[in-house]
């Protein structure tokens, strides 16, 4: 079965740089979400999208902006990088925005900030 | 606020014990539970899912049960093996769309 694709895997960027990370959902999820997890932290809900629009949000710098594109897939920009944004970035996809259904989550990008 | 609990953070037990995992959580108007596992430097491999309505879930060696009104999920794991090291979240989703986790508890099972 197919599984929410996260690009790239692996991102290694300096301070004050920016990183686009990319998520493309399970085929006929509508509704996409960003997770981070810092070292040794639980995930923190970022924020999620639903048909193209976002629907809630959490804790997430405003140097950081998210898109949901009509093809459901989404991509998150991370503006003036600091040490702290190194963590790991999950992406989750579910059927749609109700609070029954399951989120599957991506294997995550691995962002590096030197 | 919901407010996601998970003791103890960490437990190492000889291989072939039944095992159980707590989780609690504030906020009783919860939607679902989910329970995840993830390998260290690894993604997030969901479990098992919860609803409301429903009281447990099982799949193979896993089972999970939730009670509502006292704010507790919990994860059985039978006949553990050194493959379930691991560590396990628990992750709450209430009125909106956000998963609230809890820290994890990681898992060691030794030969």
Redesign the interface.
């Known amino acids: 079965a197919a599984g929410v694709i996260q690009s790239p895997r692996h991102l290694i960027k300096e301070k004050r740089e920016t990183a686009t990370l990319k998520c493309y959902p399970i085929p006929r999820h509508d509704?996409v979400?960003w997770?981070q997890q810092g070292p040794g932290?639980?995930?923190?809900?970022l924020i999620?999208f639903?048909e193209k629009m976002q629907?809630?949000k959490?804790s997430i710098p405003d140097r950081f902006s998210a898109q949901q594109f009509s093809d459901y897939h989404s991509e998150l920009n991370m503006s003036s990088l600091e040490l702290g944004d190194s963590a790991?970035y999950?992406c989750?996809s579910s059927f749609t925005?109700q609070?029954?259904d399951?989120?599957?989550?991506?294997?995550?990008t691995?962002l590096t900030v030197l | 606020k919901q407010e996601v609990t998970q003791i103890p953070a960490a437990l190492s037990v000889p291989e072939g014990e039944n095992l159980v995992l707590n989780c609690s959580f504030t906020d009783s108007a919860i939607y679902n539970l989910q329970w995840f596992r993830q390998d260290p430097g690894k993604g997030l491999t969901s479990l098992l899912l919860i609803q409301s309505s429903q009281r447990e879930q099982t799949s193979g060696r896993l089972n999970a049960s939730l009670d509502k009104s006292s704010g507790r999920s919990t994860l059985y794991i039978a006949a553990s093996q050194p493959g379930d090291s691991a560590t396990y979240l628990c992750a709450g989703q209430g009125g909106s769309e956000k998963l609230v986790f809890g820290k994890g508890m990681k898992l060691t099972v030794n030969p």
């Open positions: 509704t979400y997770y932290q639980d995930p923190q809900f999620s639903y629907s809630d959490g790991l999950f989750a925005r609070s029954t399951t989120q599957y989550f991506g294997p995550g691995r």
